[in-house]
């Protein structure tokens, strides 16, 4: 059953500008983690935020969770043409069940 | 590089013939698990091996099976494959179950013909 819903489907920005992926999730979480897919490749872990963390940072990229509101946003800072691909956000929920992942966004960096 | 691999990349078979997908890992991780991702859908998770202890999805078809014969190596059977189960099936690995990080392989791509 899918547990995470992205926001947007698909977005367009050109190469520099900022890329904002919302996430909302349904039921109390152990973690959440945000995974990157290229086209027909598999899925590559970027970031894994708990329950009891509310900001983390890699790179050019920051992950926020509110759990009061069941939602997180990745942000990528400065993208680049190489940054195009799909988003993922995925949840361990309380009660300790495999990853479920979302729908996923579509990004696209425009050079 | 520790990695996952996956094999073949593409696998083209026939309505009804089985088919096996491979994968295997040097990370030593203790949990293995197989997802069915659609075009433009989510990874699905099929089943997932926790050491040697199989864990099923419920409502993962019985057409679909699997088998780990040793830490390094998953299976994955599709007993008669139907044009439904044209889809990329995705191997991950992890080192613990529920909490970590998975790793995942560059996945198989299965048409059915």
């Known amino acids: 059953s899918q547990q995470g819903e992205e926001d947007p489907q698909a977005l367009s920005i050109q190469e520099g500008e900022n890329a904002t992926m919302n996430c909302s999730y349904k039921t109390s979480i152990n973690n959440l983690q945000w995974y990157r897919q290229n086209s027909g490749r598999g899925l590559v872990h970027l970031i894994l935020i708990r329950s009891n963390e509310r900001e983390k940072h890699s790179g050019r990229l920051r992950v926020t969770l509110d759990t009061s509101k069941k939602s997180s946003s990745l942000l990528i800072t400065a993208s680049r043409a190489a940054d195009t691909a799909s988003y993922f956000c995925a949840t361990v929920s309380r009660g300790n069940t495999p990853l479920v992942f979302g729908k996923g966004t579509r990004l696209s960096v425009i050079a | 590089d520790a990695m996952v691999i996956q094999n073949p990349r593409y696998q083209v078979t026939q309505f009804g013939k089985p088919v096996t997908l491979s994968c295997s890992q040097t990370l030593n991780h203790n949990v293995m698990y197989w997802y069915q991702q659609k075009s433009s859908q989510a990874p699905k998770l099929l089943f997932h091996?926790?050491?040697?202890?199989?864990?099923n999805e419920a409502d993962t078809p019985d057409n679909f099976q699997s088998r780990r014969p040793n830490t390094s190596f998953c299976f994955l059977d599709i007993r008669s494959p139907g044009l439904g189960d044209a889809a990329m099936y995705l191997c991950?690995?992890?080192?613990?179950?529920?909490?970590?990080?998975?790793?995942f392989g560059p996945g198989t791509r299965l048409l059915v013909l």
């Open positions: 091996y926790y050491d040697k202890d199989f864990n």
């Open positions: 991950a690995t992890s080192s613990d179950r529920y909490q970590e990080t998975q790793y």
